[in-house]
């Protein structure tokens, strides 16, 4: 049985480990070591801030499955470049799956965009991933290894709804300045990780992104509506630079539609919710 090692053993990670527990050994990379709380998974202490740490992980996976957000500061993920260091100490994988995010595209003024198109990251936190990415392409290429890459947009479940920014009444655009915003199910991208680590093309790049044309204001009028919640109000764009932290102006100033057909054509991918109404209607039906 190969063995198979999760870095970032968060929701994500926890939706795909079923999908896999047949099939594989999995270990994952925890900083205290102690149990996941995830059965059949065996934790290893590590931490990816800590190099010295990630000894243990050297030689350990045929597979690894990197989930792991970068620092929160600077232009480069350090954290990659520990987990490569340690992983070239050892027997090497022969296959790694990072997830990376659809932001690393910048603002794209609401064009329909595929994977050809060249990275140009506006903020940092973009700039980090796509530093992760060039790390790991490289690794990969000169170590032989096969590297799948998925570019994740926003992430929904029923309980991963934006209904505390709703409750708050944080405002959106108006909506001749709003701009497009891209979704993928959490259980959808649990299924997509599984296809890309079945039938991904090595150094290959997939948009993990559901069939979804939605502006963003428009997505919290839906979410809004589903939970008989009051609309967000709705702002211009230069007010929304005034008034909105930083954190959300990032997303409230990129615009760009996910093409998803190399993960359909390629992993054979079958949607379970093609866009956030399919969750929606489901939950309207639920008592």
Known sequence: MERLLIIGCGDIARRTIPLLRQHYRIYALTRSGKDSGVPGVTPVHGDLDERASLSRLAGLADIVLHLAPPPNTGVTDVRTRHLLAALSKGGLPRRFIYISTSGVYGDCGGAYVDETRHAHPQTARAQRRVDAEKQIRRWARRNGVQATILRVPGIYAAERLPLERIRSGTPALVAAEDGYTNHIHADDLARIIVAALQRGKP?????????????????????????????????SRAEAQRVLPESLLSFVNESRRLGNGRMKRELGVRLQYSTVMDLLKYLYRSP
């Open 203 to 235: 150094n290959r790049v997939y948009h993990a992104s559901d069939d979804g044309e939605m502006k963003m204001g428009d997505y919290f009028d839906v979410v809004a509506d589903a939970y008989q919640l009051p609309r967000p109000p709705r702002i």
